[in-house]
């Protein structure tokens, strides 16, 4: 019994972690330029300050620093990151960002994935709902279509810089990082897919042992008693219930 309490526990934090992991990427940059998905550096060293300074990308727009502008954009769903190097870029050949601009677009999914986790988190509360671990796949789901749609942009991004770079468009050195929010994003997803399969396995097994007891109890009375619930099936509001995937008092 106690190793499954822990298994169930188990479920519950990690659908709390990946909750809170999305609501901090749906808070990166420029809300908080800390949080990026991508940054790139612009250092010129003749010491020209209009061609040194940093971009940093985030979901739902960017932030622009040098030495005398320090800028953001406005929360937008969907932008275009390309359009964003152009004044550290001599010359007017920066690549198409066409694709880049739809494919941010799909940031727009992450703050109804995070309501959803926390919703899936609130059900953990019901005593084990079956809707608990239906949400949590949803949520994985989604996330990984963020993440793939967002990776899938800024290597976009990537081969721009590497692109203007071969060509000679920049002066001095040019500098990629990836940032936080990608990692947030496959750490939530795998996370809520993990909670997805503990709280499935707490759900059914409560209904087996549930229909265990049902079938038993026929067998020895030559009847069927009326059983209280399983516990996946008890309502939050119910003193015997806990917060781990329906734990019995």
């Avoid at 940032?179 to 087996?208: E, H, K, N, P």
């Avoid at 309502?235 to 329906?246: A, D, E, P, Q, V």
Wanted: charged share 15%; with cysteine.
């Amino acid at each position: 019994m106690l190793d499954r309490i822990c298994f169930a526990r188990i479920g519950t934090l990690l659908l709390l972690a990946a909750t809170v992991l999305l609501f901090m990427a749906n808070a990166s940059c420029p809300i908080l330029s800390g949080l990026s998905i991508l940054r790139v550096e612009f250092n010129d060293d003749s010491g020209s300050a209009s061609s040194s300074g940093n971009v940093i990308f985030g979901i739902f727009g960017y932030c622009m620093y040098n030495a005398t502008t320090s800028a953001c954009t406005y929360s937008a769903v969907g932008y275009d990151p390309v359009a964003a190097l152009a004044p550290y870029i001599s010359g007017s050949s920066l690549p198409s960002s066409a694709a880049a601009v739809g494919l941010t677009r799909a940031g727009v999914i992450l703050p109804t994935t995070a309501f959803l986790s926390f919703l899936a988190l609130l059900l953990t509360l019901d005593g084990g709902s079956p809707w608990a671990p239906r949400f949590s796949l949803i949520v994985s789901v989604l996330t990984c279509v963020v993440l793939c749609c967002e990776f899938a942009a800024f290597c976009g991004v990537r081969s721009a810089v590497s692109e203007v770079v071969r060509q000679g468009q920049v002066r001095g050195r040019v500098e990629v990082y990836w940032g936080d929010v990608l990692w947030m994003l496959c750490v939530a997803t795998v996370f809520s897919f993990v909670a997805f399969f503990v709280g499935s396995s707490w759900y059914f097994r409560s209904r087996i042992d549930w229909k265990y007891e049902e079938t038993r109890h026929v067998l020895e009375h030559g009847y069927v008693a009326p059983l209280p619930p399983p516990a996946a099936e008890k309502r939050w509001w119910s003193s015997s219930t806990k917060l781990w995937y329906g734990m019995k008092g």
